[in-house]
């Protein structure tokens, strides 16, 4: 995304809020002229001795400075509107393009852009952006002024003015250079420090604390070095552009020095020239720093997580009218990823209500088996038939999920369980009843907060949590993936007894399982002997 393919959406959803700022900014911009106007008014009637006209233009001044605090007020109020639609923007496109597509890869990122590059493109774009207009404002005001008290001496400012432009156009490449592989060494330390908190256990277990300090003092030093070097490209770029101010200020003061000597300028009118002549240098400057910030804003709305994915064209599913209450029957399938078969020629068939067991060891494709099911990784070979009554909406609504890892959010334990549908509390009730959750059955508990900031639950107990959430969304099949790994044995009891004592269908996957408990399904699928 460019910065003028931003602003084009960000316009097109604020038209009258770009239009307002706009005009605000224009009337703000007379803070250029309205001073040094009065200021030379003021010498040239005392220097003349008319003292009756100092209260009219003291008056007159008054008016125009409440004018002008009244233009600056709207303007920021307009400002602060647009960050906020900005924002919203960014941050919700970046979310959906992730959920639109997710992966793993692509979380990093995607949490680096929200929380940190929004704050950056406000700063250096958003905020860049609504000065320069200003900026510009402020210029051709102020131009307009001294060109009305001396053609020449106007056109004289006007080249010193413009000196300092030329420097962005210099270093534009060398300071977006800088920007990027800040970026990029931000992202590397942001995923070392992420992965050092989160793998903390693993980290202690192995006696790899001295290590992964190194490695992280590494990448910290390498993104603060990054860091500093892109501001001081910035910087020097600035430094440049001043110098050049420093000289157009002499020359615009010896230019007007110069026709006050020669009789065609008042010494009022020189004080105005010259302050006026520095209300037209220094937005030039501004212009030339807000440049250089908008240079260094391009590679972050450049940024992947911007741009939509394109859609996952999979066709695993063949909708048939199977009979027998068949519900899924996998064809001569052949699963792997990016054409590497892990399986081959798997087939077996699942019926309404049935509990299937899928074992194997680690790494055998267990995992891929379910992803392809649901149409999350492509099928090498062969064709997965569901019966055609399960497609009569989002085929995927069918089936609930139940993980290894449940995901708690830091929500209420209401929340957690709906999803945010409007479900009685009656029902919430009785659905945690009957998975064992007694404790939580009521309207206090459904209430509080749980995850990392609330209420801590165990794993048995999120387990639990997750399949009352299929339960109350009326989920036809229930994926478990390792649902009974990691869990103390009363747990995973209470877990497993749940299971199958639901009616929905149940296709688990586990790693280990007693001969006992194995006997308890309908099929039990080894894919070692696949």
Known sequence: MTITSFFKKLLIKNKFLFFTLITTSAFASLDGIISPYIIGKITNTLSQKNFNDIPRILILYLVLMLFLNISFYLWQFCWGKIIKSSNQFLRSRAFNNFTYSPSESKMANTLNFINVNVKQIENQCIDSVITLIYCIDQTI??????????????????????????????????????????????????????????????????????????????????????YFFMNFRRNTSNF?????????????????????????????????????????TSPIISIVNITNQLNSVRPLLENTVLQKPEP?????LSFVNLSDKKKIIFDHCTLGYNNHAILKNINFE??????????????????????????????????????????????LSNF????????????????????????????????????????????????????????????????????????????????????????????????????????????????IMSIEDKQKFDQVINLDTK
């Open 141 to 226: 005001v102020s131009l307009i002024y001294i060109l009305n008290i001396n053609g020449i001496a106007a056109l004289v400012f006007l080249f010193c003015g413009l000196l300092p432009a030329a420097v962005p156009r210099l270093t534009r490449n060398w300071i977006q250079d800088g920007t990027k592989s800040w970026n990029q060494s931000y992202e590397i330390y942001n995923l070392k420090i992420s992965d050092a908190v989160h793998g903390f256990n693993t980290i202690r277990h192995a006696n790899a604390y001295t290590r992964l300090k190194l490695f992280i003092k590494n990448a910290l030093l390498m993104e603060e070095r990054k």
């Open 240 to 280: 440049f552009a001043q110098v050049s101010y420093t000289f157009s200020m002499v020359i615009s003061l010896a230019v007007g020095s110069f026709f006050v000597v020669k009789g065609q300028i008042l010494v009022g009118g020189l004080i105005s020239l010259f302050l006026a002549s520095d209300r037209l």
């Open 312 to 316: 996952r064209q999979y066709d695993n």
């Open 350 to 395: 699942i019926f309404e209500g049935d509990k299937v067991l899928i074992t194997g060891r680690s790494g055998i494709g267990k995992s891929t088996l379910f992803k392809s099911l649901l149409n999350e990784l492509p099928l090498i070979k062969g064709k997965i038939l569901i019966d055609k009554q399960l497609n009569k909406n989002n085929f």
């Open 400 to 511: 609930g999920i139940v993980g290894q890892d449940t995901y708690i959010l830091s929500e209420s334990l209401r929340f957690n369980l709906t999803l945010g549908k409007d479900i009685p509390s009656s029902r919430l009730i009785k659905v945690l009843k009957k998975v064992k959750l007694e404790y939580l059955a009521n309207k206090n508990y459904l209430d509080t907060q749980i995850g990392d900031k609330g209420l801590s639950l165990s794993g048995g107990e999120k387990r639990k949590v997750e399949i009352a959430r299929a339960l109350l969304n009326k989920k036809d099949f229930l994926l478990v993936d390792e649902g009974l790994s990691g869990l103390d044995d009363n747990s995973r009891k209470q877990i497993f007894a749940l299971l199958q004592s639901l009616p929905q269908t149940i296709i688990e996957i586990e790693h």
